[in-house]
């Protein structure tokens, strides 16, 4: 799989796709995986591997590996040296028969010249192996290497450090990732040396799923819709410690356009469902002027509720034959507040 780049929201994100169909057909790519979910999982893993517990583990094996090479060397130069016995017995026969009885002296001569040849390549062979066992690490290595345990973390974690760079220490480490996309991401990671392990991480949300407002944030909105309007119900989330989809504190424009995609009904609607009434309604219903019914709220004969953001209210219905809601001239309205029986709610 090939890796692609693209930034969201000012961060570079990856994406890998299997690239090689569509690079010889020209196709679109035959699979996509969204990488910003690995590469932390990834990252994490390798911050946890280079430990000073995992690199003395590693250079106790190293250790062990030496003393097996010892090992290994020691049964290479007997090979060697059995091999060299074989071609000096050879040798010997060869010089020791009667030149005169040239059937047996072609046969031991070919003896010897095999004899030699598996001298030559036994040889040849520990030559290799010794030079290979030679490159072991010295106290100074094994120092440099420990040291990692403080210097990676910090290389690693450094936001100054390119991708690219991220990526050339990653393939030092390991050897490569089989990334399968089911309901989740699974990956097995080998490491170079062998060692392998298994990671599972969620499938990465598209983005409008990532910015979809939190489902207790909607609920808590739809609560607040019961009592107060758009600015004030946003008001109470930002008070409350909840933010938009976004990121961003909200506004009565974000409740506004929150609602109506998710069909919540707004403080006016709710005021309606109950029965709340406007101020025509409430004139036609007392059978009285508009100018009327203002004036006997603003005297607190009215009980009513501010609907939404532009000061629009809505009356509680009043009680027919009420005595104090009938037009009489020469009485005061503040007196009739003051002999008018408690009914509560909110002016």
């Not at 969201?8 to 699979?31: F, K, L, N, W």
């Not at 990692?148 to 050339?168: C, G, I, N, Q, Y």
């Not at 025509?280 to 019914?293: D, K, W």
Request: some cysteine.
């Amino acid at each position: 799989m090939t890796v692609g780049y693209h930034h969201r929201r000012g961060v570079e994100v990856p994406d890998y796709r299997c690239m090689g169909q569509a690079i010889q057909t020209g196709s679109a790519p035959c699979h996509r995986v969204p990488g910003s979910t690995i590469d932390p999982a990834i990252s994490q893993l390798l911050l946890e591997s280079v430990t000073p517990v995992a690199l003395d583990v590693a250079l106790s094996v190293e250790s062990e590996l030496e003393a097996r090479a010892g090992e290994a060397d020691a049964l290479r130069a007997s090979h060697v040296e059995r091999a060299r016995h074989r071609a000096d017995a050879a040798r010997r026969r060869y010089l020791a028969v009667d030149p005169d009885n040239r059937l047996v002296a072609d046969s031991l001569e070919a003896d010897w010249n095999d004899a030699l040849r598996q001298l030559s390549e036994a040889e040849e062979n520990y030559g290799r192996a010794s030079a290979a066992a030679q490159a072991t690490l010295t106290e100074e290595h094994k120092a440099r290497v420990r040291a990692l345990a403080t210097d990676f973390p910090r290389l690693w974690s450094d936001p100054a450090t390119p991708v690219r760079e991220r990526k050339r220490i990653a393939r030092l480490l390991i050897e490569d990732v089989t990334i399968v996309k089911a309901e989740q991401i699974h990956l097995d990671v080998r490491f170079r040396g062998g060692a392998t392990t298994s990671l599972v991480v969620p499938i990465p949300l598209s983005g409008g799923q990532a910015r979809q407002t939190n489902p207790d944030t909607l609920a808590a909105l739809d609560r607040l819709l019961e009592t107060h309007t758009d600015a004030q119900a946003a008001e109470a989330l930002n008070r409350d410690g909840h933010h938009s989809g976004t990121g961003q504190p909200f506004t009565s424009y974000i409740v506004l356009h929150l609602r109506r995609g998710n069909g919540l009904p707004s403080h006016l609607e709710r005021l309606r469902a109950r029965g709340l009434l406007t101020i025509p309604e409430v004139a036609e219903r007392l059978g009285v002027s508009t100018s009327t019914i203002k004036a006997w709220h603003r005297a607190g004969l009215l009980v009513s509720h501010l609907a939404n953001d532009k000061n629009i209210r809505l009356f509680e219905p009043p009680a027919l034959g009420d005595p104090s809601l009938v037009k009489r001239m020469g009485s005061r309205l503040d007196q009739r507040v003051l002999t008018r029986p408690s009914t509560g709610g909110a002016v």
